[in-house]
């Protein structure tokens, strides 16, 4: 039985490769689908809490789990692949300390998957990077393990960008269109096949390479117009106007406008990371990608900025930051989740320390965190962290909030967000 027929009768066993934030929801999907699905995780605690049926994102809830036809097996031995029809590649794609791509992840997962490649496997990179990785990087590990398979031939190779935002209810991994390309038609035609059997809407490219630009410019169409409206507020600053005011009524246009808002910088692993990927690799191409060098200039600067507008609001009332207790109000990158990678809201506390501040958080989300060498724990008591706090940041604007209360107990306000009525 080949593996189209394998897809078609949901008998084709699929391994997904990081159980994380786009992994997890990935394989939720596929086992509710009706396929046989076996998750790879280099963390233990994951492997644990999912073979228990606990889920540790808030997409994906515990009782999810418990309710799948055939539940998600875990493990860390990537030998589990020799028993995979098809295995979906979900790792992170960071910036390394210089500001370059790492694919690292990426590499471990296609060497262990090389070892392990099959006669009719068909294997789909989901994590974001650069044009040209999946053919350049990817298919060289695959197709130079000594096998003498064959792709397009005797195994498939597509890319398909993920496209999760955490904490959404009304877009979910099943309902998302999903963009595919493939290395060649017949991978088109596998990845397609598969993905079609668990997802509503499969948007076909003519190349894996397509497919991976087509990903870096939704993140670099937003963190563009991120950091455009982000220096709105700086001129309006200057020309005494209320950015929030302008920004709205700009937005009342029903055509030819898209509304955005300004804020502490941009969080999460796709905005601040994946623009600087198509940037790097335009570079070696010998082109500067000038709007997106600039929109990260911009929205790099803004931690620095606000933690200004903290130093000046305390001089209004003849109070020096160093010294005064501060409490940051949300530390997760965006409202209502816990994700906290590349959040804002970490490089406002560390910027505050440095200047003296005695700085606190409180996130009803994230109860405690390890960051950069920096260890803290939350307030437990919101109403006692107001009441002691000389000034109160507003970070991230989590809905459990209730921002009256929290504009009546500052003494000392300043809003990154905007959010008080």
Not at 253 to 259: E, L, T
């Amino acid at each position: 039985m080949n593996l189209k027929e394998k897809i078609q009768r949901r008998e084709a066993v699929i391994g997904i490769v990081g159980l994380g934030y786009v992994g997890l929801p990935l394989a939720v999907a596929f086992a509710e689908a009706g396929f046989r699905v076996v998750g790879i995780d280099v963390d233990g605690r994951k492997v644990e809490a999912l073979n228990r049926q606990e889920s540790y994102i808030e997409d994906i809830s515990s009782a999810t789990l418990a309710g799948l036809p055939d539940p998600i097996r875990a493990t860390t031995d990537f030998s589990v692949l020799a028993t995979c029809d098809a295995v979906s590649v979900c790792v992170p794609t960071p910036l390394s300390k210089t500001g370059d791509p790492d694919v690292s992840y990426i590499i471990n997962a296609a060497d262990q998957i090389a070892r392990y490649l099959h006669p009719g496997m068909l294997v789909v990179l989901e994590s974001t990077t650069y044009p040209g990785t999946t053919t350049e990087v990817v298919l060289p590990r695959l197709s130079g393990n000594g096998s003498g398979l064959k792709v397009g031939e005797d195994f498939f190779l597509c890319f398909s960008p993920e496209r999760v935002d955490p904490g959404r209810k009304d877009w979910t991994t099943r309902t998302t269109p999903k963009v595919m390309g493939g290395t060649t038609p017949a991978c088109l035609e596998m990845g397609t096949a598969l993905y079609g059997a668990a997802l509503e809407t499969i948007v076909p490219v003519s190349s894996t390479e397509a497919a991976e630009m087509a990903k870096l410019l939704e993140n670099t169409f937003r963190a563009v117009n991120i950091g455009m409206v982000n220096e709105v507020l700086l001129m309006c600053e200057r020309l005494g106007l209320d950015a929030w005011e302008v920004i709205n009524a700009a937005g009342t246009k029903p055509f030819g406008f898209m509304k955005f808002m300004p804020g502490p910088g941009i969080g999460g692993h796709c905005i601040p990371i994946d623009p600087l990927y198509l940037s790097w690799k335009l570079k070696s191409l010998k082109f500067t990608a000038r709007f997106i060098e600039l929109a990260d200039e911009v929205n790099s600067a803004m931690p620095r900025y606000w933690v200004q507008k903290v130093q000046d609001a305390l001089n209004d009332v003849q109070k020096s930051i160093k010294g005064s207790r501060i409490l940051v109000l949300g530390v997760a990158y965006k409202k209502d989740i816990s994700d906290m990678r590349e959040s804002p809201a970490l490089d406002i506390i560390h910027l505050l320390q440095e200047k003296g501040a005695v700085v606190s958080y409180h996130d009803p989300h994230v109860p405690a965190f390890h960051h950069d060498g920096m260890a803290m724990t939350g307030e437990s008591d919101l109403q006692a962290a107001l009441d002691a706090a000389d000034c109160v940041v507003v970070a991230t604007d989590h809905s459990a909030y209730d921002w009256a209360d929290i504009a009546r107990r500052s003494r000392v306000l300043v809003d990154t967000r905007h959010v008080i009525k």
